[in-house]
């Protein structure tokens, strides 16, 4: 007897053909040079404090802005892919991000420097779903969740390149040649994108502007695109809020740990995301109709670990907080499940335009979550020194964002149930076997 299918999703017998490798290799590239880009500012610390005569907490401000406008930019970005193919669209990002690092390469004011970083961050988010576009075009559908999870976190290769190359430049020739030098890059990945890449085969003709609105509003509109969102929303915002802006501020200042050991638990963050990634693709790839309890799960390990370690007086054991740190990397990985929702529940003319409304998800939780989190530690600190009571009650806000997060995915799993028809197809499939 044959079992409930998701929409678009079928026993793909087929090898991914050598050209879907190559071209997927050139996008993997390309990301990585936009994490380069991304995380660049990043790493230069007191040398943009000296050049910009500026307050750290300005400099801090540049991240938020740049996360702002990246996740502000994924709903029309992803209208545009649809429109002109992943091709043009790396090509385009590419030579955004490689025009921001030029300016931040000459940039002596914060006016220039801001400009920079959100050309930066317009062309960062440009290029993540367009990569995805060559996955979803070029391979098996069985092969589209694994090959997302690699290009997750084989992209984040390009921290790599701004921690050690570029820190190199900035502390050798100086910053005009570490930013240049990105910026050349940058082009570089332009032209390779123009030459090499291609959109994919069977690419339908460019929808009209009247069809692009229409594709928006029926992408939303589809309960298996919020799904997407809510999936995305729910399970990447403890991940990033923690290695993007508290996690390491918590384990020294609210914790005690000395700054190596708390570098050392960030790294182990950042090799169990990379583990974890092709094992959720595996899983995703193998159970396509238990992708929601997969997302559950996921939300289930980070809200017990962070129980645990809230419930725990500090300073918390090490091994709790080692537990804490493998029990939220996996949310990175597991918010790229929200795509397969994008990709499986819409026909190709507008997946770019659900992956980026899948997108804001995650980027719109996390951005809610590190801002609460900055007023309940700035209200409970009013000396500026965070206390371990501080940091405490402040992780708790994160409460409240699950339990949104946790009803939208119940929420819209049931009308994507009931919009597919799979739950009464499963009540007859458990009939027969009685």
């Known amino acids: 007897m044959q079992t409930a299918r998701t929409p678009q999703e079928c026993p793909e017998n087929q090898k991914a053909a050598p050209i879907a490798w190559t071209l997927w290799g050139l996008g993997v590239l390309a990301y990585a040079v936009a994490v380069l880009h991304r995380t660049s500012f990043g790493v230069v610390g007191l040398d943009a404090v000296r050049r910009f005569d500026a307050s750290a907490g300005v400099l801090a401000s540049f991240t938020v802005l740049q996360l702002l406008v990246y996740a502000g930019l994924q709903i029309p970005v992803g209208l545009l892919l649809d429109r002109v193919g992943p091709r043009r669209m790396v090509a385009g990002g590419a ?196 992708r929601s309890w997969l997302v559950l799960g996921i939300v289930a390990l980070s809200v017990a670990a962070w129980a645990a370690v809230l419930a725990w007086p500090p300073p918390t054991p090490a091994w709790l907080l080692v537990l804490l740190v493998l029990c939220i990397a996996p949310g990175g990985p597991g918010s790229l499940i929200g795509f397969d929702y994008a990709r499986t529940f819409n026909p190709p003319g507008r997946q770019g335009t659900a992956t980026g409304i899948v997108n804001v998800g995650g980027f719109v939780a996390t951005l809610v979550t590190i801002l609460l989190i900055g007023v309940v530690l700035d209200a409970l600190s009013p000396d500026g020194e965070f206390t371990p009571g501080a940091f405490r009650a402040a992780w708790t806000v994160q409460t409240g964002i699950w339990a949104i997060g946790i009803a939208g995915v119940l929420r819209t799993r049931a009308l994507a149930r009931r919009h597919t028809g799979l739950r009464p197809a499963a009540r007859r499939s458990r009939r027969s076997r009685r």
Do not use: C, K
């Open 95 to 290: 030579l955004l991000m490689a025009a921001g690092q030029a300016l931040m390469a000459v940039s002596t004011g914060i006016g220039t420097a801001v400009v920079a970083r959100v050309m930066v961050g317009a062309g960062d988010a440009m290029t993540f779903i367009s990569v995805l576009g060559i996955v979803a075009t070029w391979f098996p559908g069985r092969y589209v969740p694994i090959v997302t999870q690699l290009t997750g976190q084989l992209g984040q290769s390009g921290q790599v390149l701004s921690a050690i190359p570029f820190v190199a430049l900035l502390h050798g020739p100086g910053w005009g040649t570490a930013f240049g030098s990105a910026a050349a890059l940058g082009l570089l990945m332009a032209v390779l994108a123009i030459v090499f890449l291609r959109d994919g085969p069977g690419r339908a003709g460019v929808p009209t502007l009247r069809e692009t609105g229409a594709n928006l509003v029926r992408a939303w509109r589809h309960p298996g695109t919020r799904l997407g969102f809510w999936s995305h929303f729910v399970t990447q915002f403890p991940a990033n809020t923690f290695a993007l802006m508290w996690g390491y501020p918590y384990l020294v200042s609210g914790q005690g740990m000395r700054p190596a050991a708390a570098s050392t638990l960030l790294t182990l963050f950042v090799l169990f995301t990379v583990v974890s990634g092709p094992f959720i693709g595996r899983l995703v790839a193998r159970h396509p109709l238990r």
